[in-house]
């Protein structure tokens, strides 16, 4: 079993930054790919950026060119820079791990951590 914790969540005003922070334990040999998902009260949960084990990234339109993945396999962690945040940007971030290495889908979360972005 992976367990994950997010950490780096906070109020923010409109134009500032955070870093998200994720680190993984237990069964820490069988993740591949890791990503950063968010939700908003009563809408589905979606994809803000995913990394694999070698560095290969993907972004959500809304926040290619402002937040960064990364991840540093050594520690089994995953980041999530975020800047020119937007009030929009608001929302529960979870931190996803799964053994393949481009899922759809995740097997295992983090509890997520709360981002919120005054205007």
């Known amino acids: 079993q992976v367990q994950l914790r997010e950490s780096g969540g906070g109020l923010v005003q409109a134009g500032g930054s955070l870093r998200l922070s994720c680190t993984a334990s237990?069964?820490?040999?069988?993740?591949?790919?890791m990503a950063w998902y968010r939700q908003v009260l009563g809408k589905e949960r979606e994809l803000v950026a995913g990394i694999t084990r070698s560095g290969r990234t993907k972004y959500d339109d809304s926040v290619k060119g402002r937040f960064t993945i990364s991840r540093d396999n050594a520690k089994q962690m995953v980041f999530l820079e975020m800047n020119g945040l937007k009030p929009e940007d608001t929302a529960v971030y979870y931190c996803?791990?799964?053994?393949?290495?481009?899922?759809?889908?995740?097997?295992?979360w983090g509890q997520g951590t709360q981002v919120t972005v005054s205007s």
């Open positions: 237990g069964s820490i040999y069988s993740i591949n790919a």
């Open positions: 996803a791990a799964d053994p393949r290495n481009d899922p759809i889908g995740y097997d295992h």
